[in-house]
């Protein structure tokens, strides 16, 4: 799926349209509104297995190609994602540029809607970064192309409970691969950001018996969760210091690289934040050469969007549920082809994606 032969002239004379080509986005929609002030991207990386779903972030990045490059990044992972959990659904996501607590209201997200809605069903939105289920009750005001809404709109709610059990799931997969059996307790685990997800997930390896260590950017989240939970707090300057068995990114990517790489003590990376490795390719050769078992991220998180996706046929948690228990042994296999073929994980993963989406494409042709 990904084009290689892209020249350097390329990003000079077209560059949106080159970043684009290098792993075959179908389509880029810039969002622009003075009287409100947004300003968002929404990107479409492929649709053959269906309509493209991913959340919207809302972050106050540092210019638009910093936007572009992340909103390219995450909807690439959609696809791969929806693929590997065998869900009709294409990739897709969006990027509001701006800080949440200073410009998000309700006529910023109802024009939002009105941009979405133009797209006639190519993408369907979600909450992500900075985004809340009030925050898509207010996006479906102006259309119907919205899921992870409240249950009292006959949604979801919060998936969070959903995409924190796959990855719990996913560690456990980890942990057989590595040790034998797929027990965490008694694992010293590092939980790196404890928002919805992080919590849940924490809540399920104290019950496991794991000894929890959470850092967090908010002091007041770390203090709820240690109280809670019984959990240690660590601070962003020595964690990669600590001897441990797992670490679990859960908040927002790229803590995988070169700094972090050079400290890190553990024998498995497995969370749920979205392109975990700051560079696929070269961090993900590296994590192998040092002993590390990388879990791939969109199958370890895939449970956020699986959960939607029940939304969007007449929600039921069980189902739900019972769809993220598969993600343990879609992990299991993913390992079990990165060792026959001699290819890191993450390679096996995008392998994974890549045969269901080849395998379909070949069926619509015929057809």
Request: proline share 2%.
């Amino acid at each position: 799926m990904e084009v290689k032969d892209i020249k350097d002239t390329d990003f000079i004379k077209n560059p949106v349209i080159a970043q684009m080509a290098l792993n075959n986005h179908e389509q880029v929609v810039f969002c622009n509104d003075n009287a409100t002030g947004l300003k968002a991207i929404v990107a479409i990386h492929n649709t053959i297995l269906g309509p493209a779903l991913g959340g919207t972030r809302m972050w106050a990045y540092t210019n638009e190609m910093e936007a572009l490059n992340d909103v390219l990044r995450l909807s690439r992972g959609m696809t791969y994602k929806s693929s590997v959990a065998g869900l009709n659904l294409g990739g897709g996501k969006a990027v509001i540029m701006g800080d949440a607590k200073k410009i998000k209201n309700e006529a910023l997200l109802r024009r939002f809607g009105k941009f979405i809605d133009s797209l006639g069903g190519k993408y369907i939105t979600a909450e992500d970064v900075a985004m809340t289920s009030r925050d898509m009750e207010i996006i479906k005001m102006e259309t119907d192309y919205v899921s992870g809404l409240p249950e009292n709109m006959g949604g979801s709610g919060n998936p969070s409970p959903v995409t924190a059990y796959g990855v719990y799931v996913s560690m456990k997969a980890s942990a057989r691969e590595v040790w034998g059996n797929d027990s965490l307790n008694g694992k010293k685990i590092l939980v790196q950001g404890i928002g919805h997800v992080g919590e849940v997930l924490v809540d399920h390896l104290t019950k496991e018996g794991a000894k929890v260590y959470i850092n967090d950017l908010s002091e007041e989240r770390l203090k709820v969760v240690a109280d809670k939970y019984k959990a240690e707090v660590v601070s962003a300057t020595t964690m990669f210091d600590l001897d441990i068995d797992i670490y679990a990114p859960c908040a927002l990517g790229a803590t995988v690289n070169d700094e972090t790489l050079a400290q890190l003590k553990c024998k498995i990376i497995c969370g749920a934040a979205n392109n975990q490795l700051a560079n696929e390719v070269i961090h993900g050769e590296v994590v192998g050469k040092k002993g590390i078992l990388y879990a791939p991220d969109f199958v370890v998180n895939a449970g956020g969007i699986i959960n939607v996706f029940y939304e969007l046929e007449g929600y039921n948690r069980e189902r739900a549920l019972s769809h993220a228990e598969k993600i343990y042994d879609t992990t299991w296999d993913l390992f079990q082809m990165s060792k026959k073929e001699g290819i890191p994980t993450y390679m096996a993963a995008n392998k994974l994606g890549e045969q269901r989406l080849s395998a379909i494409a070949r069926i619509n042709a015929v057809m």
